[in-house]
DNA sequence: GCGACAG
DNA sequence: ATCTTGTCGC
């Protein structure tokens, strides 16, 4: 079924209103909490994928028992996307599906582990933080690529990590999930340090190069959208 | 001005 | 993100 979501208050129609909802949103960012102890309660993958063609967003969100990494409760939500892909706007596209598919949780999520960055962002307020501000949460963000940052090689050992860099500034981790394999960008989204994300990502990754709540929302959501692709 | 640029 | 064949390896 596809929805219309509902827009979170003062949500912006240009980029940059969406730059200065940004840069108001990001003080409310808590840093320094510890967070939920890796491999304990619940970890919830969120991620969504997109029919330009037919203008569809199909989001998933997928709660993951954080020590057996079996799957507790699967959510999504198909609808229209409000907001062009903007580099560092990724958060406008899309949050509201994935606040949408988040509702249709009974369990807590604990732990959101977005797709895409969290402080390591242009304005140090990317999706993770986005997402946590809203919703309360404890986020972190896992990303595939550095975008503009910097960061030195870490070693081919699982597990090794390196600063992600923007200028002197730490902004997250380039973290090596599987030996030999290239690292994914680890960074605090909201509620939790750097070295808890990290922990709670080479938790999440026991055999594959991408957390398993990453893993599990996207074929989620992918799912999500054939189906209303299809009978759309 | 031009290129780069999470998903 | 998405478009796509074959291919190497566990």
């Not at 997928?62 to 409760?73: F, K, N, P, W």
């Not at 249709?104 to 307020?125: E, I, M, W």
């Not at 896992?142 to 600063?163: C, D, I, L, M, Q």
Request: charged content about 20%; some cysteine.
């Amino acid at each position: 079924m596809i929805t219309s979501f509902p827009l979170p208050a003062g949500w912006p129609a240009t980029e940059a209103r969406a730059r200065a909802v940004q840069e108001e949103l990001r003080s409310r960012v808590v840093l320094g909490e510890q967070g939920p102890a890796p491999g304990t309660g619940t970890v919830t993958g969120v991620d969504v994928a997109y029919d330009d063609a037919r203008d569809l967003v199909a989001a998933a969100a997928v709660v993951l028992d954080a020590a057996s990494l079996e799957v507790r409760e699967e959510a999504t939500a198909v609808g229209r996307a409000g907001f062009p892909y903007v580099p560092g706007l990724l958060a406008f596209r899309e949050v509201p599906a994935v606040l949408a598919a988040l509702r249709g949780l009974a369990t807590d999520p604990g732990l959101l582990v977005c797709d895409g960055y969290g402080l390591a962002h242009p304005r140090r307020f990317g999706l993770a933080c986005h997402l946590g501000v809203l919703t309360g949460l404890p986020a972190i963000g896992v990303a595939k690529n550095p975008f503009t940052f910097t960061y030195p090689e870490p070693s081919g050992a699982r597990g090794s990590a390196a600063p992600l860099t923007d200028g002197a500034e730490e902004v997250g981790r380039a973290l090596r999930t599987r030996a030999g394999v290239k690292p994914v960008f680890v960074s605090v989204g909201h509620r939790t340090t750097l070295e808890s994300a990290c922990a709670h990502v080479l938790a999440l990754t026991p055999r594959y190069r991408l957390p398993e709540s990453t893993r599990r929302a996207d074929a989620l959501c992918r799912r999500a959208l054939e189906e209303a692709s299809g009978s759309a």
